[in-house]
T-cell receptor
């Protein structure tokens, strides 16, 4: 049973560019959340997708956007990259958006902005 | 505003002894708390959780204690094993909502 898979694992961009990160949820899961983990910090909630709609959003600017596809996979897009966007981006999946409980995380995509 | 705080960035414990990791929170709306463990180059993995209607939850070597009046929770690992060496994150949420608010993490090192 495949867990949460993310791609790419590492990438380097320059300021002002745009990036797209991808996530496939664990089999049987229909809800995807994205988190940003800066160096030395805990993960910070970006947003959650369920039924192809953004359901909850954290304190992130509109440069951060997402999408969920009918097969429940998801993308995170970041426009106009800033140096401060350098971080590990984690995708997490679950059975339902309203079920409080453990999320299953992927290994993350490490983004470096130069 | 850091709503969930882990004030100890690191902790070193001898194998076989008890490891105690602490976490404080400020938002009284939080009613569900979780601990995650993270190894290098891996995503966080769920360890144990507790609802605010309880003050203790056990799972094998792991026990989480919740003190609502002090807005404090702790994770006890007994006995500590070398494989427990990892970064531990405390997280909090509101029941029915999946947005987790994480602490900064504590790096636990178990020495043989």
């Amino acid at each position: 049973d495949a867990g949460v898979t993310q791609s790419p694992t590492h990438l380097i961009k320059t300021r002002g560019q745009q990036v797209t990160l991808r996530c496939s949820p664990k089999s049987g899961h229909d809800t995807v959340s994205w988190y940003q983990q800066a160096l030395g910090q805990g993960p910070q909630f970006i947003f959650q997708y369920y039924e192809e709609e953004e359901r909850q959003r954290g304190n992130f600017p509109d440069r951060f956007s997402g999408h969920q596809f009918p097969n429940y996979s998801s993308e995170l897009n970041v426009n106009a990259l800033l140096l401060g966007d350098s971080a590990l981006y984690l995708c997490a999946s679950s059975f339902s958006p309203r079920r409080t409980g453990e999320l299953f995380f992927g290994e993350g995509s490490r983004l470096t902005v130069l | 505003d850091q709503q969930v705080k882990q004030n100890s960035p690191s902790l070193s414990v001898q194998e076989g002894r008890i490891s105690i990791l602490n976490c404080d929170y400020t938002n009284s709306m939080f009613d569900y708390f979780l601990w995650y463990k993270k190894y290098p180059a891996e995503g966080p993995t769920f360890l144990i959780s507790i609802s605010s209607i309880k003050d203790k939850n056990e799972d094998g070597r792991f026990t989480v204690f919740l003190n609502k009046s002090a807005k404090h929770l702790s994770l006890h690992i007994v006995p500590s094993q070398p494989g427990d060496s990892a970064v531990y994150f405390c997280a909090a949420s509101v029941e029915g909502a999946q947005k987790l608010v994480f602490g900064q993490g504590t790096r636990l090192t178990i020495n043989p």
